[in-house]
């Protein structure tokens, strides 16, 4: 089955500083989806990109996706502290399918 | 901003009790899902609807699960009899046709 592994487990950074998380999976997606959570909250969707697209940008996030590879990054640029949280990507193999998550890259982000 | 709502936020019961938890995805999706998140853990799915009837089910979503969506507005997760091991997060998630999955706020289960 298809999982997602995001690498760093845990990330430290100083505010205004970049932070860039990776994502792995395994078989072919349709789309790959990012998450953030805050600690024992919901999970907030934060941007999805398209098997067919290579980077999207939102604001101060940028996510690339290589599909040879089966990676995506997430890069959130002049980091914040209110951005300390869980990052998750999830993959679908398809429209409407479910979701599999990663383990998630926890990111601190000191004052 | 429209967004999916999850009651109760949190809810103790007791093992081998029933315990239904409730969602209201957002109006114009078609798609509903639940997963869950033991503490500490990753999140899993658990089943997926569409069009009135389940379209995927993990293997976590056994015979004391089931989910309905009564009235064209809410959606819930009933677990028959519940289990210590069923103690985690709860999420419901809904998606449209762009596909990207809303989460819930989620339900904190505790089984004691």
């Known amino acids: 089955s298809q999982q997602g592994e995001e690498d760093p487990q845990a990330l430290s950074i100083q505010e205004g500083e970049n932070a860039t998380m990776n994502c792995s999976y395994k078989t072919s997606i349709n789309n790959l989806q990012w998450y953030r959570q805050n600690s024992g909250r919901g999970l907030v969707h934060l941007i999805l990109i398209r098997s067919n697209e290579r980077e999207k940008h939102s604001g101060r996030l940028r996510v690339t996706l290589d599909t040879s590879k089966k990676s995506s990054s997430l890069l959130i640029t002049a980091s914040r502290a209110a951005d300390t949280a869980s990052y998750f990507c999830a993959t679908d193999a398809y429209a409407g399918n479910m979701l599999t998550f990663g383990g998630g890259t926890r990111l601190m982000v000191k004052p | 901003e429209p967004e999916v709502t999850q009651t109760p936020s949190h809810q103790v019961t007791q093992m081998g009790q029933e315990v239904i938890l409730r969602c209201v995805p957002i109006s114009n999706h078609l798609y509903f899902y639940w997963y869950r998140q033991i503490l500490g853990q990753k999140v899993e799915f658990l089943v997926s609807f569409y069009n009135n009837e389940i379209s995927e089910k993990s293997e976590i979503f056994d015979d004391q699960f089931s989910v309905e969506r009564p009235d064209g507005s809410n959606f819930t997760l009933k677990i028959r009899s519940t289990k210590l091991e069923d103690s985690a997060m709860y999420f419901c998630?809904?998606?449209?046709?762009?596909?990207?999955?809303?989460f819930g706020p989620g339900t904190r289960l505790t089984v004691t």
């Open positions: 998630a809904s998606s449209g046709r762009v596909y990207e999955q809303y």
